[in-house]
């Protein structure tokens, strides 16, 4: 069964630093992978999305992360984080299995000081 | 278009009580899905369908019910509402494609049952 991992559930940085969220998945099948951002008191949106084309992907809002088969990760990077980046982050993973459910990991929520 | 919407926004309810959430989408799509967040365990599966007439059991069914008998609706029932049952709730659709798997999220029902 795939499963789905992220590092931190709170990662702190100044605004200008580079942003690093970090995620591991497992999977038995080729994955599909997620990166969704949630603002306070709103849904879920895409921020970017994994589907065996590139290995580097860019989402919205300057965000960007890399799959890597070997290290079996899907980081989600942004070179200079914004105070409106402040969210929580979703990491996902979703296999072509019946109905193509997606499992998400616990959250990151990313702090961004002035 | 509205995309996904839930209603209604806030509930509480007593212990023993049920109740219905609505969840519409007004995008065609065939798939839709509901969540629960609780703090610390990220997003998790409930029930989602493939169509019209077809739904299937996520990663924690028990204590609710869904049906799907148009493609726009996919109304969840609590049938006797419990504490644990307290939570965010998501309602989420998307093209049931292998290529095009991303979620689109309703705005959520913050339920509390005392």
């Known amino acids: 069964a795939q499963s789905v991992t992220q590092l931190g559930s709170h990662v702190s940085v100044s605004e200008g630093a580079l942003v690093l969220l970090r995620c591991n998945y497992s999977s038995s099948v080729p994955p599909y992978l997620f990166w969704y951002v949630q603002y306070p008191n709103q849904g879920l949106q895409l921020l970017l999305k994994?589907?065996?084309?590139?290995?580097l992907v860019k989402g919205i809002n300057g965000f960007e992360a890399e799959f890597k088969k070997s290290e079996t990760s899907f980081h989600l990077t942004k070179p200079s984080a914004h105070m409106s980046d402040a969210a929580e982050y979703f990491c996902?993973?979703?296999?072509?299995?019946?109905?193509?459910?997606?499992?998400f990991g616990a959250g990151t929520r990313l702090f961004v000081k002035a | 278009n509205a995309g996904v919407t839930q209603t209604p926004k806030f509930q509480v309810l007593k212990t023993g009580q049920s109740m219905t959430l609505q969840c519409a989408q007004d995008m065609n799509h065939e798939y839709m899905s509901w969540y629960r967040q609780d703090p610390g365990m990220g997003l998790r599966l409930i029930h989602y369908?493939?169509?019209?007439?077809?739904?299937d059991q996520g990663e924690v069914p028990n204590g609710y019910n869904v049906s799907r008998s148009t493609t726009e609706d996919f109304p969840l029932r609590l049938l006797s509402a419990a504490p644990s049952q307290t939570s965010v709730y998501f309602c989420?659709?998307?093209?049931?494609?292998?290529?095009?798997?991303?979620?689109?999220f309703g705005p959520g029902t913050r339920l509390t049952v005392t």
């Open positions: 996902a993973v979703s296999v072509n299995t019946g109905g193509f459910k997606t499992i």
């Open positions: 369908s493939v169509g019209a007439g077809i739904t």
């Open positions: 994994y589907t065996s084309a590139a290995t």
């Open positions: 989420a659709s998307s093209i049931h494609s292998p290529e095009q798997r991303e979620q689109y």
